[in-house]
């Protein structure tokens, strides 16, 4: 088993920016691809990024392209994503995922087994 547990979510304005944090523990030899997901009221999941452990292969939502990124830190079992211009667009509950097998940083969420509990974010206009 794979435990995720999420912090750094928060209120922000308009403008602002925001690092979400992802701490993997447990079997975290047997991941491999990483990704954030987020839910907005009445809304769909929806992909936001991705990273694969090994070779840092890396994949973003258009929506994001630009404004966010994504980056591990192997030695701490530990993903980011650090969120500028934040628009009150981006609010939604922000979910970490692994991935048991190899993707190259997929954007499906059919290809995660693990999810964190989510962290809320909240960004005023």
């Known amino acids: 088993q794979v435990q995720l547990v999420e912090s750094g979510g928060g209120l922000v304005q308009a403008g602002g920016s925001l690092r979400l944090s992802c701490a993997a523990s447990?079997?975290?030899?047997?991941?491999?691809?990483m990704g954030w997901f987020r839910q907005a009221p009445g809304k769909e999941r929806e992909f936001v990024a991705a990273?694969?452990?090994?070779?840092?292969?890396?994949a973003y939502a258009d929506s994001v392209k630009g404004r966010f990124t994504i980056s591990r830190d192997n030695a701490k079992n530990t993903v980011y994503l650090q969120m500028d211009s934040l628009k009150a667009e981006d609010t939604a509950v922000y979910y970490c995922a692994a991935s048991t097998r190899y993707h190259g940083g997929s954007y499906s969420m059919n290809d995660y087994s693990y999810w964190g509990q989510g962290t809320q974010v909240t960004v005023s206009s």
């Open positions: 447990g079997r975290t030899f047997s991941t491999r691809d």
């Open positions: 990273i694969t452990w090994s070779f840092g292969n890396i």
